[in-house]
């Protein structure tokens, strides 16, 4: 008997792949990973990797890329507070489990899930929703929370035995501490930092980028993620960096096309990114918001480099932006 366990890493995941290799069920982990990880780029993912390592079991990874942003333009069930599709987020990964599950020969699909821990994606109705849009109706455990449920196949037919699963419920971690103490797990990773669609200020940049560049790809969303941005025109867009190591990643980001701003060596300030069609009036601009950024007398003209990942490079001698040009075009 096989079991595919949905693995973050996180606590919640590795007690409930513990439960069930108790009861000596093989059990291969799953990892999914996607650009809106908030985590430090590939830190859940090693997360998974050593929690799965500490088990003595195999896992593999999935990134989810390109072919998940079809999932957040949209959403079948809607998104929550923010542009976060948590339901159709987490049918598209168990969909994607439980192709992974039958491709290995196994037998049902384990999860980390408590109930009533998350208020979108952890309410009974959202966890049965899940479930039965995913194909996975009746092949889900849930050792942390089984109890309150209703038995699920596996149970049913004797492959777990159900007497030695939970009844967890709510956002408290008391019971989940106190099993990994009789466990002797003590090395698991903090609560993670959750994802980037749920947060207000990236969601803004989000759905601007939606609007605007609805063929967007993966390292648009990247880009996303670094510095201050602005919306110079309906085709253009600015990302200005806020210290050295935003700078150096703004640069690490530039694709073919992108205009690449900096100030003079003599001065100290940041590195711009500008992308999409920009007239010379845009650039202009883009460079005086360079310069107001820059650490220099805001009453006097600054030059600006312009540059691009080919080499090319010009300077642009500009005065400094007003903060009041820039209320309207944050993003």
């Known amino acids: 008997m096989k079991a595919i366990s949905l693995f973050s890493g996180g606590l919640d995941s590795i007690l409930s792949t513990r439960l069930i290799i108790e ?6 982990a799953v990892n999914f990973t996607s650009v809106f990880c908030a985590a430090s780029r590939g830190k859940n993912s090693s997360d998974a990797e050593a929690a799965a390592d500490r088990l003595g079991i195999p896992l593999k990874a999935f990134s989810l890329d390109e072919e998940y942003f079809e999932v957040i333009k949209n959403p079948g069930h809607g ?4 542009v976060n599709p948590c339901l159709d987020c987490r049918i598209f990964m168990f969909s994607k489990a439980k192709k992974y599950m039958e491709e290995t020969g196994a037998s049902f699909i384990v999860t980390g899930e408590v109930l009533g821990s998350r208020p979108m994606s952890q309410r009974r109705d959202a966890i049965m929703l899940i479930e039965r849009e995913s194909g996975l109706k009746g092949l889900i455990v849930r050792p942390l929370s089984a109890r309150l449920f209703d038995p699920s196949i596996p149970e049913q037919k ?3 035995d159900r007497g030695k699963l939970l009844a967890i419920a709510g956002r408290g971690r008391k019971m989940q501490i106190q099993l990994a103490e009789e466990f002797g797990i ?5 609560p993670a930092g959750g994802c980037l669609l749920t947060d207000k200020g990236f969601s803004r940049r989000m759905r601007d980028l939606m609007e605007h560049v609805p063929d967007f790809k993966m390292d648009d969303v990247e880009l996303l993620k670094v510095g201050r941005h602005f919306r ?5 867009r600015l990302a200005v960096g806020r210290n050295e190591q935003e700078n150096d990643r703004l640069v690490e980001l530039a694709r073919s096309g992108d205009v690449i701003l900096q100030p003079t060596e003599e001065v100290s300030g940041p590195t711009g990114i500008a992308r999409g069609s920009f007239s010379e009036k845009d650039l202009q601009f883009a460079a005086s918001i360079i310069a107001r950024y820059s650490d220099i007398d805001k009453s006097r003209e600054a030059d600006v480099v312009i540059g691009s990942t080919s080499g090319d490079e010009r300077t642009l001698s500009v005065l400094p932006a007003g903060e009041d040009s820039l209320e309207d075009i944050r993003i």
Do not use: L, R
Not at 79 to 82: E, F, H, L, S
């Open 23 to 28: 009861q000596g069920i093989e059990v291969e």
């Open 79 to 82: 998104y929550g507070k923010n």
């Open 158 to 160: 004797g492959w777990v």
């Open 186 to 190: 003590n090395d698991y990773p903090p």
């Open 232 to 236: 110079i025109s309906p085709d253009a």
